[in-house]
């Protein structure tokens, strides 16, 4: 008899989508545009207090939109985390522009405002200033964005701030995704609220807004026949999908408690091990905990590795994930600079990704701290 899966993050619905949803049905706004993609539109404005936010097929459009604002072009440099997804540099080369990377620091594992000062210092004397600085809220917890704005604003470069895994989260009340020029959402389907595929661009600039709105709607001129004096892209959510979200909204802080409690209730059980252990948020910060994760150091385990733990949890039937492997180890962006001192690959090679989902019951998180527990006192 197979196990009964326990998945990382999996979409939790809560029953309002489909009153939505049915709205869009019965009133025909089967279209990527309409009242709910205006209404999510608001929803993610009041939640995050941005003043405006364009709703998008998916953060990596965001982000492509986000890149195009900023004028960044073939030739040009954008510095982003290596540390992440890499939806978040893939836009960068979609413009022909040159990904800058550079590593974590160890205390919020996001970019490291010492190694970023290193890198615009280093670039400018090679002759380019980058265009932008793409940092990112890995799992939910915030950069230190204080300080990374306080270098951008010093030399002057624009920020498109990556909180596709940080909606909810907040430095001292104030929301992720708000601190830079640009702020990147995303509702994919492991997202902490999803739209089964979605994304959003946030920012107090309106004229940044309207125009990715105009963009992502195949920057179509106003004029009665199709006229165009830009490339435009296909990029606008839709109507169906935007119901989705304004359920999911209705829940979003929920959604957080529950992740928080996730990971409260991994700290309470597996911190004592020795060699485990957790990440905690500074003070001030408020993290979403998109994704509970632990530190495994083999010096401590009596050799025990986070692949031993993973593979052990999958026996169970229990999907786990090593945290993200850096950008400047990827075969595909490992000829771009980096600017680090080894801390994304530490954290690659001890780190395990936990289920983290809203919707884990009490039976599966025991389940998954037992498995955890088991293999450790072997
Ligand atoms: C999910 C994610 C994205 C991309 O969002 P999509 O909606 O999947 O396109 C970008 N950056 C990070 C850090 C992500 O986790």
Redesign the pocket.
């Known amino acids: 008899m197979t196990k009964p899966k326990i998945w990382l993050s999996s979409p939790h619905m809560c029953g309002k989508e489909f009153e939505y949803v049915k709205d869009a049905f019965d009133t025909n706004w089967i279209a990527p545009l309409g009242p709910h993609v205006d209404g999510f539109e608001k929803d993610l404005c009041n939640f995050t207090q941005s003043e405006n936010a364009a709703a998008l097929s998916?953060?990596?459009?965001a982000?492509h939109l986000a890149l195009i604002l900023l004028d960044v072009k073939a030739g040009d440099e954008v510095i982003c985390q290596s540390f992440?997804?890499s939806?978040?540099a893939n836009p960068i080369v979609y413009q022909g522009a040159t990904p800058i990377f550079v590593d974590s620091e160890e205390e919020t594992w996001n970019m490291c405002p010492i190694q970023l000062r290193k890198a615009i210092e280093d670039r400018i004397s090679k002759g380019k200033k980058p265009k932008a600085i793409i940092p990112?809220h890995?799992y939910g917890m915030p950069a230190k964005m204080n300080e990374i704005l306080a270098i951008a604003n010093e030399f002057g470069i624009p920020i498109i701030e990556?909180a596709?895994?940080g909606l909810g989260s907040k430095i001292n009340e104030k929301a992720c995704g708000t601190f830079g020029n640009l702020g990147?959402l995303?509702?994919?389907g492991n997202?902490i609220i999803t739209t089964s595929?979605?994304?959003a661009l946030i920012s107090n600039n309106e004229e940044y807004i309207n125009k990715a709105r105009f963009l992502a709607t195949q920057a179509r001129d106003s004029a009665p026949h199709y006229q165009h004096s830009q490339i435009g892209y296909n990029y606008r959510m839709s109507n169906v999908c935007a119901a989705i979200g304004r359920g999911q909204m209705t829940v979003l802080q929920d959604r957080v408690n529950q992740r928080r409690m996730n990971f409260e209730l991994y700290n309470q059980h597996l911190s004592g091990i020795s060699g485990i252990t957790f990440i905690s948020e500074p003070a001030g910060y408020y993290s979403n905990r998109w994704l509970s994760t632990i530190l495994v150091n083999p010096l401590h385990t009596n050799g025990i590795t986070r692949e031993d733990i993973r593979i052990a949890l999958e026996k169970e039937n229990i999907e786990s994930r090593p945290l993200w492997k850096p950008m400047h180890m990827q075969p595909i962006f490992k000829q771009y600079p980096y600017y680090g001192n080894n801390v994304s690959e530490k954290l690659f090679e001890q780190g395990l990704c936990l289920p983290s989902g809203s919707n884990l019951t009490k039976a599966e998180h025991q389940l998954v701290v037992k498995t955890v527990k088991n293999i450790l006192s072997k």
């Open positions: 998916a953060g990596t459009a982000i992440t997804f939806a978040s990112v890995l990556d596709a895994e990147v995303s509702f994919n997202k595929g979605g994304g």
